[in-house]
């Protein structure tokens, strides 16, 4: 079983309020993510990190920001959230390497709902 | 940019029918992973092709890679309701670039 984390599990918020999502994985993985999926939909990665203070933009534009302090670590911040916001927020951890991508492994995911 | 596409969205069988799901790509992939979510749950990761042309089994599923590298596919034999979920296939074309997700295979099955 994959050792990676989201809290919390489901949030209602109203407008306006300020929200983290975090995300935690106790694998040591350089590399992790942050995707956007609707119920029965795509997933669309909406930011990424290489490792420690690298942080980079996703497919799909996204008015989140992330930060990367600590290698175990990928919060993802929302300063203003609106109702367009409500969707499923899956973070994911991979390994680093040269020779292509690997395995993600995803977490079980934060269910915002934005009234 | 790349794009992944996948074909069919849904399908709906029988139990004990087969299924398959296709995977295209606008360019060449260095490799192919797919991933499987069952309802209300997260993606976890199936199985990854890397070689031009591989096969690869895992107990009823066979998963395709094609010789171009630019489509896979994954076959289902004699389905059961356990298998239910959405299948994604998702790749790659650079060494250490994120992945392009297809939009997914809704696989539901009646007994």
């Known amino acids: 079983e994959a050792d990676i984390y989201q809290t919390p599990r489901y949030l209602v918020i109203g407008t306006g309020k300020k929200i983290t999502l975090e995300c935690s994985q106790t694998m040591g993985h350089d590399k992790m993510y942050w995707y956007q999926q609707d119920p029965g939909m795509e997933l669309h990665l909406i930011h990424y990190s290489y490792g420690v203070n690298s942080t980079e933009k996703g497919d799909l534009s996204s008015e989140s920001t992330v930060s990367r302090i600590r290698t175990e670590h990928f919060p993802l911040t929302l300063e203003s959230a609106r109702p367009s916001h409500t969707s499923q927020y899956l973070c994911?951890?991979?390994?680093?390497?040269?020779?292509?991508?690997?395995?993600?492994?995803f977490g079980p995911g934060t269910r915002l709902t934005v009234l | 940019g790349q794009q992944v596409m996948q074909i069919p969205q849904y399908q709906h069988v029988q139990e004990g029918e087969d299924f398959t799901t296709y995977c295209n790509s606008s360019t060449t992939l260095s490799n192919i992973q797919w991933y499987k979510q069952r309802p209300g749950g997260h993606p976890v990761f199936l199985i990854q092709?890397?070689?031009?042309?591989e096969v690869k089994k895992q107990k009823r599923l066979t998963f395709q890679f094609g010789e171009a590298k630019k489509n896979s596919s994954l076959h289902i034999t004699a389905t059961q309701t356990t298998d239910v979920g959405t299948y994604f296939c998702a790749g790659s074309n650079q060494a250490g670039t994120a992945l392009i997700f297809g939009k997914g295979t809704t696989l539901s099955v009646s007994s």
């Open positions: 994911a951890s991979s390994e680093y390497t040269l020779s292509g991508a690997v395995e993600q492994f």
């Open positions: 092709l890397v070689k031009s042309g």
